[in-house]
């Protein structure tokens, strides 16, 4: 399943216990796989904390809406490791492209629709990339061993 979440311009909480804290509200995008597709609803966020080494913290939190109408909760925590591939291609106005930017998430899905609550017993990883509006996600299921 492909991801894409467009961002808008970030909130400076500033410097905490953790790091440098900033919340980059998710303004839209969509879902698109072979089980599931629709929209990400406008009202969701990034909250980012960087860390002294150029690592970043991910806290992603928005509402899906499927074509279908059934609404899904989204959440997924990770790390991007600011690296110069990222930093190029985010100056540039460009997408950093996968696998040359550590920018790995694990996704957590919620429905309480019964299409949809496959999801819940889901455990799943994602690859990312970036631009400065945007950032996708490479969901994948993980799946036991003999599945």
Sequence with gaps: MMARFEIGSPTDVGSGPYGQRLIYPITGGTVDGDRIRGVVTPGGADWVVFDSDGTARLDIRVTLQTHDGAIIYFQS??????????TAAINSGQMSEFGKTHL???PRFESGDARYRWLNQTVAVAEGRA??????????????IGV
């Design 77 to 86: 925590t990770g790390i991007l490791v600011i690296n110069e591939h990222f």
């Design 104 to 106: 790995l998430t694990q």
């Design 131 to 144: 631009s400065s509006s945007a950032v996708e996600h490479r969901i994948s299921q993980v799946l036991p």
